[in-house]
């Protein structure tokens, strides 16, 4: 059983439309969160959610819009696509009270052109 | 804030030898320190944590790390690695009162050749 999982896994869209990824983690935690790797390889946290609140929002464009219908999804909706936004993202959880040790998925690909 | 730095953008290494991959980090509160490995196309995976207590933190596949707390060092360490240690190497740090929001150092390509 995958304990973090994401779709899609791979995302080629053009510039200017919108687009969703979606996590799903079944491992019982209480916290997601979203990180952005650039091509660097360079890591840098969106959004964390608690028990469907929002708790950790960074300086990240009003484009990105995190929702978590329950603790155990979390998704990203990205509005009007920009080139800059190619990247790749990952979701994490984390259970309250066990040091913040992070599960993340597998990632999603994104590519705009 | 919290800052983390590593010190080596790539570590070229052969089979069996040890590899040491440099962290220091700058906190003016009390962080746990994480190390993580990237394989190729894949996610993060953790090797390691320090939140308390013993220095040396004894990880998965053979990793460890040393937390010194006066040169605000986090060093990891493996005495002999295999070809499928070659990997990404992340070093993140967490105030530990933050909700877990993990800094991350800039990365370490590990590189092993025969």
């Known amino acids: 059983d995958t304990a973090v999982s994401q779709t899609p896994k791979y995302l080629v869209t053009q510039m200017g439309n919108d687009k969703s990824i979606k996590c799903e983690q079944n491992?019982?935690?209480?916290?997601m969160y979203w990180y952005k790797q650039d091509s660097k390889k360079f890591l840098k946290i969106m959004f964390s959610?608690?028990?469907?609140?929002?708790?950790i929002n960074e300086t990240v464009p009003n484009r990105f819009s995190p929702k978590s219908p329950d603790k155990a999804h979390l998704n990203l909706h990205i509005n009007s696509l920009e080139l800059g936004d190619s990247a790749v993202y990952f979701c994490?959880?984390?259970?309250?009270?066990?040091?913040?040790?992070?599960?993340f998925g597998p990632g999603t690909r994104l590519t705009v052109t | 804030a919290q800052s983390v730095t590593q010190l080596d953008s790539q570590v070229p290494v052969f089979e069996e030898a040890p590899v040491e991959l440099r962290c220091n980090y700058s906190?003016?509160?009390?962080?746990?320190l994480f190390w993580y490995v990237q394989y190729p196309n894949q996610g993060l995976q953790l090797l390691l944590k320090?939140?308390?207590?013993?220095?040396l933190v004894k990880g998965i596949n053979g990793f460890e790390a040393e937390f010194n707390k006066s040169q605000t060092s986090f060093h990891l360490r493996k005495p002999s690695v295999h070809i499928s240690d070659t990997a990404e190497y992340f070093c993140?740090?967490?105030?530990?009162?933050?909700?877990?929001?993990?800094?991350f150092g800039a990365g370490t390509q590990v590189v092993v050749t025969p």
């Open positions: 906190s003016s509160v009390s962080v746990y």
């Open positions: 993140a740090v967490t105030p530990d009162d933050s909700w877990g929001k993990l800094q």
């Open positions: 320090y939140l308390s207590g013993s220095t």
């Open positions: 491992l019982g935690h209480d916290t």
């Open positions: 994490a959880s984390s259970q309250t009270g066990l040091s913040y040790e992070q599960y």
């Open positions: 959610y608690n028990n469907k609140e929002l708790i």
